[in-house]
C-alpha cells in the first residue's frame, strides 16, 4: 500500500509552485478529506500542502462573485448572499465535519461523478482561475473546458492549481440542483443541476448537468435542445423525454434501469424548483 513519503507545506502561492516543479509528481493538499481518506486506500507517495496558501475569500463585486479555491465547504454554506442553488449543492455534503475540511478546490479537482459542486457550476457556466508551475500568472478558463482539457491529458493542465472559481449572478437566470443518495451522510448518487432563463414563458440557454450517471459529472447537450426554446412541459413529459437519453453504468449504489428513471425525476425536479440566480437564501 502506497503511503505518503514526502510532505512539503507551502506557506505561499510561489512555494506551491516551486514544490510543485521541483516535485512534478507531488499531489496537491488542501483538506484532504479525499486524497487522504481511508486507512485502505493507496496516498500519494509525495504532497504539497496549499491549505494556507489558497485564496479562502468570497468576493461579490456587482454581479461577479468570485470563490477562492481554499474556502471551506462550511464556510460557503454560511456565506452572505450565496445563491440558493449553490447553498443547497454545498449542504448536500451533510456532515458537518466533513464540510469543516473539504475544500471547493478539492471538489472541484478531484472531478468525482459524486463532487457536490461540478453539476451545478457546470450549469452556471463558471470560470476558474488558475496557476502552474510554468504559468504563474493567473489564467482565467471555463471549468467545462478545464476539465475537457485534463480528460484528454493535456500536458498543460497537469500542473495546475485552481485559485478561484469565478461565477456571474445574473437575476435574469434561474437556477436549481437536486440529488439524490441513499442516507443523509452517502456520497452523492444522482445530482442534477440547471440553469436558464424563461423569456416569453420559453426557456433559454438552458445548460443541464448530471453526475453519478458515468465516471464525471457532465453537461448533457441533447437533453438541453429537447426543451431550449420551448414552454416547460409538465414533469411527466420531463422525465419521459429525458430518460432514453440518459446511459447510466451500474454500480454498487444503483442499477442502471434505476438511475435512469430517478435521474430523468431529478431533472423535472431541478427545472421546476429553480430559483432566480439573483435572489437572496
Do not use: H
Amino acid at each position: 500500500m502506497t503511503k505518503v513519503a514526502r510532505y512539503n507545506k507551502a506557506a505561499t502561492l510561489d512555494e506551491a509552485l516551486v514544490a510543485k516543479r521541483l516535485d512534478p509528481c507531488a499531489a496537491y493538499l488542501a483538506g484532504g478529506t479525499l486524497l487522504l481518506a481511508g486507512d485502505g486506500r493507496d496516498k500519494p507517495e509525495a504532497v504539497i500542502d496549499v491549505g494556507t496558501a489558497l485564496p479562502r475569500a468570497l468576493r461579490l463585486k456587482g454581479d461577479s462573485l468570485s470563490i477562492g479555491a481554499g474556502t471551506s465547504f462550511q464556510e460557503l454554506a454560511e456565506a452572505n448572499g450565496l445563491p440558493p442553488c449553490l447553498r443547497e449543492a454545498v449542504l448536500t455534503m451533510a456532515n458537518r465535519n466533513t464540510r469543516n475540511r473539504a475544500t471547493v478546490g478539492g471538489n472541484i479537482c478531484a472531478d468525482k461523478s459524486c463532487s457536490s459542486l461540478i453539476p451545478i457550476l457546470l450549469a452556471l457556466d463558471a470560470g476558474l482561475e488558475v496557476v502552474s508551475p510554468t504559468r504563474q500568472e493567473g489564467e482565467a478558463i471555463a471549468l467545462e473546458a478545464w476539465l475537457a482539457d485534463r480528460d484528454k491529458a493535456e500536458p498543460s493542465r497537469k500542473d495546475d492549481l485552481v485559485l478561484r472559481v469565478t461565477l456571474r449572478l445574473d437575476p435574469s437566470v434561474r437556477a436549481g440542483y437536486r440529488r439524490w443518495n441513499r442516507v443523509s451522510c452517502d456520497l452523492s448518487v444522482l445530482g442534477a443541476a440547471c440553469a436558464y432563463r424563461l423569456e416569453g414563458g420559453k426557456l433559454q440557454g438552458l445548460r443541464l448537468a448530471l453526475g453519478g450517471l458515468g465516471p464525471k459529472a457532465r453537461r448533457f447537450p441533447a437533453i438541453e435542445r429537447l426543451f431550449e426554446g420551448a414552454a416547460l412541459p409538465s414533469r411527466e413529459e420531463i422525465e419521459a423525454q429525458a430518460a432514453p437519453l440518459l446511459n447510466p453504468i451500474d454500480d454498487l449504489r444503483a442499477s442502471a434501469a434505476f438511475k435512469r428513471l430517478r435521474g430523468a425525476q431529478l431533472i423535472a425536479d431541478a427545472l421546476y424548483d429553480s430559483t432566480s440566480l439573483g435572489a437572496k437564501p
